[in-house]
């Protein structure tokens, strides 16, 4: 069974740059989430969808983040414009239904400068 | 606010030895404690999990101890290997009107020296 595919591994902008990340969720997986891990810390959760709908995105900084999920398959996570704080990786994860086990992707990790 | 407090930050443990690394929380909503390890450049992996209602569970060199009047549950690495070096998270699962969201400790460096 393949993974939680995520793109690109990395990126590297200059503060208030706009950058974005995709993610493919585990084939018939319902719940997609989206996490904040900066480093030396645990993951943050940012947004969590229920097939194309939004379930939680009160972590979200809505002035700069967004995030869209369409047709309940594949996400994408944007950053507008980008500040030296929302240097982290950015962790997709998906589940077959919301109590389920989640399972996480490789990550993007960004870099702002 | 961090919702689950996690120690120790770092732990080197030798081959064949018992890592140990404690969690604590607040939230009595908490309702589901996973464990998760991650090795550098990978996302974290569920390794073992538990729910209120269990004192204890085991899976292979892997036990979960839970202590719910204490509001503290803990990792145990039996028999640690080298291979066992990774970052280890605590979690905790609350449910809410918003959803199901999963509060993770800040994590433990683990490494096991041959």
């Known amino acids: 069974e393949a993974g939680v595919a995520q793109s690109p591994r990395y990126k590297i902008i200059e503060k208030r740059q706009s950058v974005a990340f995709w993610c493919n969720p585990i084939s018939g997986h319902a719940t997609l989430y989206w996490y904040q891990q900066i480093l030396g810390q645990g993951p943050k959760l940012l947004i969590q969808f229920q097939n194309n709908g939004v379930v939680d995105d009160s972590q979200l900084p809505k002035d700069r983040f967004s995030a869209e999920r369409l047709k309940g398959v594949d996400s994408t996570l944007k950053i507008q414009p980008a500040k030296l704080e929302d240097s982290a990786v950015y962790l997709c994860?998906?589940?077959?239904?919301?109590?389920?086990?989640?399972?996480f992707g490789p990550g993007t990790r960004l870099t702002v400068l | 606010q961090q919702q689950v407090k996690q120690s120790p930050q770092s732990l080197i443990v030798q081959k064949g030895g018992i890592s140990i690394i404690n969690c604590a929380y607040e939230n009595t909503a908490f309702d589901y404690f996973p464990w998760y390890q991650q090795f550098p450049g990978k996302g974290p992996a569920l390794l073992i999990a538990i729910r209120p209602d269990v004192s204890e569970k085991k899976e292979g060199r892997f036990t979960i101890s839970f202590n719910k009047s204490a509001k503290q549950f803990s990792l145990h690495i039996m028999d640690s290997q080298p291979g066992d070096s990774a970052t280890y998270f605590c979690?905790?699962?609350?449910?809410?009107?918003?959803?199901?969201?999963?509060?993770f400790g800040k994590g433990t460096s683990l490494l096991v020296t041959p």
């Open positions: 994860a998906s589940s077959l239904d919301r109590l389920d086990t989640q399972y």
């Open positions: 979690a905790a699962l609350v449910v809410s009107n918003s959803g199901y969201a999963l509060n």
